[in-house]
């Protein structure tokens, strides 16, 4: 299973953009990134989702490397209800499964 | 729609007793999954289900029992508590392979 490496805290100033990395070196072909965030012991709640090209939504950008080894998570204009630890998960296919296999996250604290 | 249910929200045993926390899902979805959190750690997976009477196991089984028995159910049983399954459990059910995940909101289990 491919796994994600993720600083384990950041910070990033209200209004700003925070830029969350992660890395994923072993990705496989078909693997795809996806992010959530878990607010303050809340069930995590999806952000966005790719495979190789950028995506975007109304929550956030998401940019993956041509090697696709890592990738960024951004939040344009953070705000203090951003605060959360974010999930960067490598999506395991097997067969007809959709196993997540989380890992610890980032921290990230908006500061006003 | 209410989305993932999650029942009880808190429960307090004893070790050795037993309990069953249910999943509920409105959304017609096929794959649902148990994760239990412990403090300062990612979502572990315990047991998962690709559809109705179908169960299988995650990274972290030992001591738990799932059942499937219809669609929008998907339970989860404890048969004798130990201090090592206090938690935080979170349910969670998607529609299709890699779509995202709709979390239900916890529920704390202590065992004392």
């Known amino acids: 299973d491919a796994k994600t490496t993720q600083p384990t805290s950041m910070d990033c100033a209200e209004g700003r953009a925070a830029n969350l990395p992660c890395n994923h070196s072993t990705i496989s072909g078909n693997e795809y990134v996806y992010w959530y965030r878990q607010i303050h012991s809340q069930g995590p709640q999806y952000i966005i989702h790719?495979?190789?090209n950028n995506e975007t939504n109304e929550m956030a950008s998401l940019i993956i490397t041509e090697d696709r080894k890592s990738s960024t998570l951004i939040l344009p204009h953070a705000t203090l209800r951003d605060t959360a630890v974010y999930y960067c998960i490598v999506r395991v296919a097997t067969g007809a499964t959709n196993k997540l296999i989380f890992g610890t996250g980032t921290l990230l604290a908006v500061q006003p | 729609n209410a989305g993932v249910t999650q029942t009880p929200k808190f429960r307090v045993l004893k070790t050795g007793q037993s309990m069953t926390l249910l999943c509920a899902q409105d959304m017609n979805h096929e794959y649902m999954y148990w994760y239990r959190q412990d403090p300062g750690m990612g979502l572990r997976l315990i047991h998962y289900s690709v559809g109705e009477g179908t169960t299988a196991k995650g990274e972290v089984p030992d001591g738990y029992n799932v059942s499937r028995l219809k669609k929008q159910n998907f339970l989860l049983g404890l048969e004798s508590a130990a201090p090592s399954q206090t938690s935080v459990y979170f349910c969670a059910s998607t529609g299709q392979a890699n779509e995202k995940l709709f979390f239900g909101s916890g529920t704390q289990l202590s065992v004392l």
């Open positions: 790719g495979l190789k």
